[in-house]
């Protein structure tokens, strides 16, 4: 089989099986609603603990009222108060949040074109008010999924050394498969997010399913490192790929990871499955994805250490 047959066919069954986000399969990819967290030891008692905030005015493909209902859930089970964001990046809007989420931003949503160059989600002075708010104390999530969410938000990602690619971080070509960090392996890293409050929460293994990679300078913490035999894939337009498809080689790219930026604190993940828990459907068969999937047990416990972070309570 040719390249590009076996590269559309790779596409296509990694968008079935796994449900990950394209203009084609977006509408079967569903937030899972039987998935029930537990959290053994809460932070905070309920509705007591620091305000998250997640964005829902950029066009966002998961917002708490919908694919990232889990991420709201699993948080709220932790004393944080979770509220959803509907307006335009202002000072007003972030002086009450401790944390402020941003998950798949997308100028157009769900109309879209989802082709390269992508065009930005954020106006250059939301950008500015988010630089200077988490300079002055605030903590921010940012996710950008593959193509072309890392395109909408290269912008933002580059105020805090991260270099987007609004691409594919894949196996191969012609090998569908998960991509699990572990410490084993050094993919993933030795930090206080993967040490967690006590023994107990240490983490092991996490999943994350496709997404891009993304390049960083120091003092950027990568947690994620992503395998040096992957590559990036960059064609003009999601899911479409032959054989003069650009590509990058992922060695030496992360995947998610941390930094201090003046008074405040900053994640970058390039995966958004792996913070929720989602369901995609193909055949009369239901298949999950993100913290409800067999291969991701710990990450419930990754991404609750990630806020305990991002909110002050474990230092590095």
């Given at each position: 089989m040719s390249r590009p047959c076996l590269l559309l066919c790779f596409a296509f069954c990694l968008a079935s099986s796994f449900g990950c986000v394209s203009t084609h399969a977006a509408s079967s990819q569903n937030a899972d609603g039987q998935w029930q967290p537990v959290v053994k030891n809460p932070e905070y008692p309920n509705r007591a603990g620091p305000v998250i905030l997640v964005d829902a005015a950029h066009g966002n493909f998961h917002t708490i009222d919908g694919r990232f209902s889990a991420f709201a859930k699993l948080l709220r089970l932790d004393g944080y108060r979770v509220h959803s964001a509907n307006a335009e990046v202002t000072p007003e809007?972030?002086?009450?949040?401790?944390?402020?989420?941003?998950?798949?931003?997308?100028?157009?949503?769900?109309?879209a074109e989802w082709t390269a160059p992508t065009p930005a989600a954020f106006a250059p002075g939301e950008i500015e008010v988010i630089v200077d708010w988490v300079g002055s104390g605030g903590s921010l999530l940012l996710i950008a999924d593959h193509m072309p969410f890392p395109g909408a938000t290269a912008d933002l990602a580059s105020e805090f050394g991260v270099g987007f690619f609004n691409g594919f971080a894949m196996k191969s070509a012609h090998e569908r498969e998960l991509l699990s960090f572990a410490r084993a392996s050094g993919l993933l890293a030795d930090h206080a997010i993967t040490r967690g409050r006590s023994e107990s929460e240490s983490i092991e293994t996490i999943t994350s399913f496709t997404g891009q990679?993304?390049?960083?300078?120091?003092?950027?913490?990568?947690?994620?490192?992503?395998?040096?035999?992957?590559?990036?894939?960059l064609p003009a337009k999601a899911w479409e790929f032959d054989e003069s498809t650009p590509m990058v080689s992922a060695k030496g790219l992360s995947q998610g990871g941390v930094v201090r930026y003046g008074s405040g604190r900053v994640a970058v993940f390039g995966e958004a499955a792996m913070f929720t828990a989602q369901t995609s459907q193909k055949d009369g068969v239901v298949r999950s994805m993100g913290l409800n999937h067999p291969s991701a047990a710990e990450n419930t416990q990754f991404v609750l250490n990630l806020m305990h972070w991002l909110t002050g309570l474990l230092e590095n």
């Amino acid at each position: 089989m040719s390249r590009p047959c076996l590269l559309l066919c790779f596409a296509f069954c990694l968008a079935s099986s796994f449900g990950c986000v394209s203009t084609h399969a977006a509408s079967s990819q569903n937030a899972d609603g039987q998935w029930q967290p537990v959290v053994k030891n809460p932070e905070y008692p309920n509705r007591a603990g620091p305000v998250i905030l997640v964005d829902a005015a950029h066009g966002n493909f998961h917002t708490i009222d919908g694919r990232f209902s889990a991420f709201a859930k699993l948080l709220r089970l932790d004393g944080y108060r979770v509220h959803s964001a509907n307006a335009e990046v202002t000072p007003e809007l972030l002086a009450g949040a401790t944390v402020f989420v941003i998950s798949n931003a997308i100028r157009g949503g769900s109309g879209a074109e989802w082709t390269a160059p992508t065009p930005a989600a954020f106006a250059p002075g939301e950008i500015e008010v988010i630089v200077d708010w988490v300079g002055s104390g605030g903590s921010l999530l940012l996710i950008a999924d593959h193509m072309p969410f890392p395109g909408a938000t290269a912008d933002l990602a580059s105020e805090f050394g991260v270099g987007f690619f609004n691409g594919f971080a894949m196996k191969s070509a012609h090998e569908r498969e998960l991509l699990s960090f572990a410490r084993a392996s050094g993919l993933l890293a030795d930090h206080a997010i993967t040490r967690g409050r006590s023994e107990s929460e240490s983490i092991e293994t996490i999943t994350s399913f496709t997404g891009q990679a993304f390049s960083f300078t120091p003092p950027f913490e990568q947690l994620m490192q992503m395998p040096d035999d992957w590559v990036v894939l960059l064609p003009a337009k999601a899911w479409e790929f032959d054989e003069s498809t650009p590509m990058v080689s992922a060695k030496g790219l992360s995947q998610g990871g941390v930094v201090r930026y003046g008074s405040g604190r900053v994640a970058v993940f390039g995966e958004a499955a792996m913070f929720t828990a989602q369901t995609s459907q193909k055949d009369g068969v239901v298949r999950s994805m993100g913290l409800n999937h067999p291969s991701a047990a710990e990450n419930t416990q990754f991404v609750l250490n990630l806020m305990h972070w991002l909110t002050g309570l474990l230092e590095n």
